[in-house]
T-cell receptor, first 115, second 113 residues
Framework: DGGITQSPKYLFRKEGQNVTLSCEQN?????MYWYRQDPGQGLRLIYY???????QKGDIAEGYSVSREKKESFPLTVTSAQKNPTAFYLC??????????????FGPGTRLTVT | KQEVTQIPAALSVPEGENLVLNCSFT??????LQWFRQDPGKGLTSLLL?????REQTSGRLNASLDKSSGRSTLYIAASQPGDSATYLC????????????FGKGTKLTVNP
């Protein structure tokens, strides 16, 4: 089955620790995205990547970092510099970037709780 | 800056009712508009994608319309069922056709048996 996997589903960390969220896709999509979702705020874009070894900051990139060493993988690291890391994180992919005529596909999400 | 608004924020209807969800956007220079469904604690599932050249797109009991000139889209759900209960979000590419989607905050739909 083609799709996007995110692991783990739930993640708990102590304040001050960095944590990496996994996102893998086997859809052969070029573009990948990370969003953050908070209650009442909708989805906000953290980072996106259109090709391997290249990525761009989204609207709320501060305190986050990413890498794109392989087409199928786009891990997100939440660093200790992120002031409010507790949120639901969603990874998405798209065949050729949003200028194409295709849909954006989403993974099941990771709920991160930092105490 | 592209902004997307969805009204109402929440809607509760009895089973069998036809209903309309609304989405408005500020910049009409969009390539397409996408409607998603999100169940609690889950990722987003794409429902319909309307290209800028289209006025309507249908999938089963769902029909989405797009009026670019007025910056509006509607999602029509016919003969609603309890299984339709979810949050519905619309999204458009941001200004200039960049590679980012801008989402509305969603409409939370509850269909009561």
């Amino acid at each position: 089955d083609g799709g996007i996997t995110q692991s783990p589903k739930y993640l708990f960390r102590k304040e001050g620790q960095n944590v990496t969220l996994s996102c893998e896709q086997n859809l052969n999509h070029d573009a990948m995205y990370w969003y953050r979702q908070d209650p009442g705020q909708g989805l906000r874009l953290i980072y996106y990547s259109q090709i391997v070894n290249d990525f761009q900051k989204g609207d709320i990139a501060e305190g986050y970092s990413v890498s794109r060493e392989k087409k199928e993988s786009f891990p997100l690291t939440v660093t200790s510099a992120q002031k409010n890391p507790t949120a639901f994180y969603l990874c998405a992919s798209h065949p050729r970037g949003l200028a194409s005529r295709d849909e954006q596909y989403f993974g099941p999400g990771t709920r991160l709780t930092v105490t | 800056k592209q902004e997307v608004t969805q009204i109402p924020a929440a809607l509760s209807v009895p089973e069998g009712e036809n209903l309309v969800l609304n989405c408005s956007f500020t910049d009409s220079a969009i390539y397409n508009l996408q409607w998603f469904r999100q169940d609690p604690g889950k990722g987003l599932t794409s429902l319909l994608l309307i290209q800028s050249s289209q006025r309507e797109q249908t999938s089963g009991r769902l029909n989405a319309s797009l009026d670019k000139s007025s910056g509006r889209s509607t999602l029509y759900i016919a003969a609603s069922q309890p299984g339709d209960s979810a949050t519905y979000l619309c999204a458009v590419p941001s200004q200039g056709g960049s590679e980012k989607l801008v989402f509305g905050k969603g409409t939370k739909l509850t269909v009561n048996p």
